[in-house]
């Protein structure tokens, strides 16, 4: 029995998310995308969910190669009247995520066994990471850990990307299904 997906994009809906169906050989996987975590990011190596300790880009080559679709999902936030740009961006990133997670399990019960999700941003359910994940049941890495180009992506979806605008926030996750 083929799982449907319709169901999934209703849901996505009803959480605020926009959801975007994707073929997953149109995603963009490229090296120069991990690049900014390892020279960009000020939390390199401090998450479990991010580089140095997470699969590498080939290993995800490989993985994707095994998807058939996926689905965009971006979940826009007015931040205009935020102080701090930073601590806005931690707070909606994970209640972004929280959401889409809810979506993955939602997309496992209904068939897509392989559903995986790619959360917005690094992880921050914990202040900090030890030596081993405290909760490994929600450990999910970011799009561009794994080398996906977010923007490219987003342009072909007919979107686009806006770095430096801080009045206006996009968390962006991908689902992987099959």
């Keep these: 029995m083929k799982a449907e997906v319709q169901p999934l994009l209703n849901k996505a809906e009803e959480l605020g998310l926009s959801a975007y169906m994707l073929d997953a050989s149109d995603i963009d996987v490229e090296n120069r995308a991990r690049l900014k975590c390892a020279y960009g990011c000020r939390g390199y190596g401090k998450r479990l969910?991010?580089?140095?300790?997470?699969?590498?880009?080939d290993e995800f080559r490989k993985i994707l190669s095994e998807y058939s679709s996926a689905i965009l999902l971006i979940e826009e936030h007015d931040t205009s009247a935020e102080d701090d740009i930073f601590k806005a961006w931690s707070r909606l990133r994970k209640g972004s995520f929280h959401k889409m997670?809810?979506?993955?399990?939602m997309a496992f019960r209904h068939g897509f066994i392989y559903a995986q999700l790619l959360r917005p941003g690094a992880c921050n359910e914990c202040d900090t990471c030890?030596?081993?994940?405290?909760?490994?049941e929600i450990r999910r890495f970011p799009p561009e850990a794994v080398g996906i180009n977010l923007s490219k992506l987003m342009e072909n979806?007919?979107?686009?990307?806006?770095?430096?605008?801080?009045?206006?926030?996009?968390?962006?996750?991908?689902?992987?299904?099959?």
Excluded at 101 to 105: D, I, S, T
Excluded at 130 to 136: A, H, V
């Design 157 to 178: 979806t007919g979107m686009e990307m806006e770095y430096c605008n801080f009045s206006r926030v996009k968390c962006i996750g991908i689902l992987l299904l099959e």
């Design 101 to 105: 997670l809810e979506l993955e399990h």
């Design 130 to 136: 030890g030596n081993i994940c405290n909760k490994p």
């Design 49 to 57: 969910s991010c580089p140095p300790h997470i699969i590498s880009i």
